[in-house]
Nanobody, 116 residues
């Protein structure tokens, strides 16, 4: 199974920026889609952004224009650049990677806290 590890979470003030990274372990299988979900306290997990292997991205309406997802296929790594952060962006952010054999692997999550 593909191992997925996130990094880059932390505490940031409203209006600030933060960059999350997620690396999927080397696999004999190709990695297709990668992306990010988040889960705030007391809420369901929601899609933040996803990106295909050829770079097509999609975003939740709540982050569109503020967050940018990108990836480095050679490194099986996906990034989430978050700007103009709001307190409501506070959540645990989970990365996923879809292997070509049809299984989605998840990371353990990284906490992002937006607070003054």
């Amino acid at each position: 199974q593909v191992q997925v590890v996130e990094s880059g979470g932390g505490l940031v003030q409203p209006g600030g920026s933060l960059r999350l990274s997620c690396a999927a372990s080397r696999s004999t299988f190709r990695i297709n889609d990668m992306g990010w979900y988040r889960q705030a306290p007391g809420k369901e997990r929601e899609l933040v952004a996803g990106i295909t292997s050829n770079g097509r991205a999609n975003y939740a309406d709540s982050v569109n224009g503020r967050f940018t997802i990108s990836r480095d296929n050679a490194k099986n790594t996906v990034y989430l650049q978050m700007s103009s952060l709001k307190p409501e962006d506070t959540a645990v952010y989970y990365c996923y990677a879809d292997a070509s054999y049809g299984v989605r692997s998840w990371g353990k999550g990284t906490l992002v806290t937006v607070s003054s």
